[in-house]
């Protein structure tokens, strides 16, 4: 089964508003949390590394206010994006480890595709 | 800083047929690299993780190669079926603790009946 799951799988939503993605890890605790953008027929490249009870790390080119990350606790980190407009629509993933032993190993999401209109 | 190239872009061949897909990465100073499958419209789905001290790990059909030393990994799909068809992407793992994943930008695959 599933070890991270990612809500909503999928947002349509109107230019301006804000929209929240979340992701949880299911069996471990995450201390760190890694969110990914993908667009049409290209890979996915890192956004941010969200740490749990410490900013996140936002990769250079990544706005900072646009793209907020919280990682409240150790199962859940959530990305919001802010006054989201249309060329914010994108395939959304984060993926985390499960530290220790198996920290080099990745799990991931199911993903959100956002839609702004 | 780490980057990863898969060619071909894209990849058409007929049912049963062996192909190979290719991946190179610039940093050989990686943890593990990892091949994935990704459905249109969908998530990823793991199929191999290569350890950087292996050379090779098989699954099924699929065999996975890593050459740590030139930076290249091959993904081989034996006897392939249309329910292949999918874009595989390969991501090395580097940094300080482990913790960044680099993609490539995939192999779109159709196989056609």
């Known amino acids: 089964g599933a070890v991270v799951s990612q809500h909503p799988s999928r947002v349509i939503c109107k230019s301006g508003t804000s929209v929240k993605i979340e992701c949880r890890s299911l069996d471990f605790q995450a201390t760190t949390m890694f969110w990914y953008r993908q667009f049409p027929k290209k890979s996915l490249m890192l956004m941010a590394t969200?740490?749990?009870?410490?900013?996140?790390?936002?990769e250079q080119g990544v706005e900072k206010d646009k793209f907020l990350i919280n990682h409240a606790s150790l199962t859940l980190s959530t990305l919001t994006v802010t006054s989201a407009h249309p060329e914010d629509s994108s395939f959304y993933i984060c993926s985390t480890n499960p530290g220790g032993y198996d920290k080099n190993i990745q799990y991931f999401g199911a993903g959100t595709r956002l839609s702004v209109l | 800083k780490q980057e990863v190239t898969q060619i071909p872009a894209a990849l058409s061949v007929p049912e049963g047929e062996n192909l190979v897909l290719n991946c190179s990465f610039t940093?050989?100073?990686?943890?593990?690299l990892q091949w994935f499958r990704q459905d249109p419209g969908k998530g990823l789905t793991s199929l191999l993780l290569i350890q950087s001290s292996q050379r090779e790990q098989t699954s099924g059909r699929l065999n996975a190669s890593l050459d740590k030393s030139s930076g290249r990994s091959t993904l081989y799909i034996a006897a392939s079926q249309p329910g292949d068809s999918a874009t595989y992407l390969c991501a090395a793992l580097t940094g300080t603790s482990g913790s960044r994943l680099t993609f490539g930008e995939g192999t779109q695959l159709t196989v056609n009946p």
């Open positions: 940093d050989s100073a990686i943890y593990n």
């Open positions: 969200s740490n749990e009870g410490s900013k996140a790390t936002y």
